[in-house]
């Protein structure tokens, strides 16, 4: 990584910082050294990671933290609308980014990549009907299949 590419992932991190310090105050959730430290750990991983691994980051930091603690927080910001989860319902993973983007999962290794929309592209449109049901606050596309990693590495068994 370059100098100015740090640089400039460090002013990106202490913006979403202090836009989810804002939108925690706004949906009523203390901003607790816990609850910053684990947005922080969230924010900086284009990873996805799960509870567990979460817990594993933050305890680095903060090593009286407990894994029911990093539980209930993800639980809390994630009813509160700062983070959501993606992935396979068998294991639980968590994404910082609230900006429009949609998912790849493999069904196989349980992976998640970002896709972002192709700049001009249309953003996902949301059916007009939807709103006999209630009314939309945010939308998670995922795409299920096979990664490359693991397609190679089958192809690799056969």
Do not use: W
């Not at 594993?56 to 090593?63: E, G, N, Q, S």
């Not at 970002?114 to 059916?127: E, K, Y």
């Amino acid at each position: 990584m370059y100098p100015h590419e740090q640089t400039e992932n460090t002013k990106e991190l202490k913006a979403r910082v202090e836009a989810f310090k804002a939108l925690c105050r706004s949906r009523s959730l203390r901003v607790t050294e816990q609850r910053l430290e684990i947005f922080r750990t969230l924010a900086q991983s284009k990873a996805h990671p799960s509870a567990e691994a979460v817990f594993a980051a933050v305890r680095k930091k903060l090593p009286n933290i407990s894994l029911d603690t990093v539980y209930r927080t993800l639980a809390s910001m994630e009813e509160a609308g700062v983070v959501f989860r993606v992935g396979l319902s068998t294991k639980a993973r968590f994404d910082a980014d609230l900006t429009p983007h949609y998912h790849f999962v493999c069904m196989d290794c349980g992976e998640v990549y970002d896709v972002f929309p192709q700049p001009g592209a249309p953003s996902l449109l949301v059916p007009q009907d939807i709103n006999r049901f209630g009314e939309v606050k945010n939308a998670n596309l995922q795409f299920r299949g096979i990664c490359n990693r693991c397609r190679a590495a089958a192809g690799k068994e056969k």
